[in-house]
């Protein structure tokens, strides 16, 4: 299950089939699902008491605030508070207010936070005849950690995967077996419990979403035979670029997709190949940084510039000679291909 924050990408992969005719779903993802249940509560004027899972935070979070504006209160236990900010304080100062349980007499509408629902994936798998009997759950979310006081959760967020890679620089170090997950990675703690709770004796993988779909982009046949590699994930969030040799990281760049043009987006990638491009200079841009582990060569020694994301487009518009990845002939599965191959490594299956 790959959730990003427009679409829940879902893959039953069976390794004794051809992987096209595995069952595979395109979906909304839960962010998207809960928001319109709270802008219906914002049309009937109900106040709302939310409790559950920690999950995306993204379109339901922005619903939340817009909720609050229209005179409208919105409680939430901490787990699901956690949703809408890493730091409780934070939240508070939107305007949620943090409960155990609903106010007494509350009249308003609950809701009940869950980003991993396994158990409804079966229901509609139920009339094709198909069961997850599975040997592990493989689920990528993106998670920014709570970041330590002082320190911008964007920037957070580069520096703990420069941290993994430096100890190993496989893309595989950014992936979690369910009882490994950082403490401060809420979000992907909250959705190994989700699966847990539902699938008790099955083997769980946690990712995040940009990692995953770089390592997908790298299954892509025609990817796979290159030495050096740019991997770029376009996705309706964030853009992440990594620059990849022989199956080893030697950089990567995240920024926010929503502040990137073509052409902005093409002079950032040429720089960054180069070495010219500065932690800072993506930070103070909006986005969330860069490092390198080891220079790159530069544009001219990348034997591919594989391209993925549903916001991919952007770089068609470029004249970089960028190659549209689709491992199992769909770009939409990229990140549940990542999934399946670091399960793989991380499970030795």
Request: proline content about 4%; charged content about 25%; aromatic content about 6%.
């Amino acid at each position: 299950m790959d959730i990003g924050s427009g679409t829940q990408d879902i893959l039953l992969y069976d390794s004794e089939k051809n992987i096209e005719n595995c069952i595979k779903m395109v979906l909304p993802t839960p962010s998207q699902i809960f928001a319109s249940k709270v802008r219906e509560a914002t049309r009937l004027f109900q106040n709302l008491f939310i409790k559950g899972d920690t999950i995306g935070g993204g379109a339901f979070a922005s619903a939340l605030l817009k909720h609050i504006k229209n005179g409208l209160r919105v409680f939430m236990t901490e787990d699901a508070a956690y949703t809408v900010r890493n730091n409780l304080d934070e939240v508070k100062q939107l305007g949620i207010e943090i409960v155990t349980q609903p106010p007494e007499a509350f009249q308003g509408r609950t809701l009940i936070l869950e980003e991993v629902n396994l158990t409804t994936l079966e229901s509609i798998l139920a009339p094709f005849g198909e069961k997850l009997n599975v040997d592990a759950v493989a689920v990528a979310v993106q998670d920014h950690g709570v970041s330590p006081k002082g320190t911008s959760n964007r920037q957070n967020r580069i520096q703990k995967m420069q941290e993994f890679l430096k100890k190993d620089a496989y893309l595989e170090n950014l992936a979690f077996t369910g009882d490994k997950v950082p403490a401060d990675f809420l979000r992907m703690k909250s959705a190994v419990q989700a699966a847990n709770r539902q699938m008790p004796r099955t083997e769980i993988v946690i990712m995040d979403t940009s990692p995953a779909a770089m390592l997908g982009c790298l299954q892509d046949p025609d990817v796979e035979k290159a030495h050096q590699v740019m991997a770029v994930n376009v996705g309706n969030g964030h853009t992440m670029a990594a620059i990849v040799k022989d199956g080893r990281i030697l950089a990567v760049m995240e920024h926010h997709t929503s502040l990137l043009n073509a052409e902005k987006l093409e002079h950032l990638l040429s720089d960054f190949t180069k070495g010219r491009l500065s932690d800072k200079d993506v930070f103070d841009d909006g986005g969330h940084g860069l490092f390198y582990l080891q220079r790159p060569a530069g544009l001219s020694e990348l034997e591919k510039i594989a391209v993925t994301g549903p916001k991919r487009s952007l770089l068609a518009q470029t004249s970089l000679p960028i190659h549209f990845a689709a491992p199992a002939g769909d770009m939409m599965m990229t990140g549940c291909v990542g999934l399946i191959e670091v399960t793989k490594r991380k499970l030795s299956l």
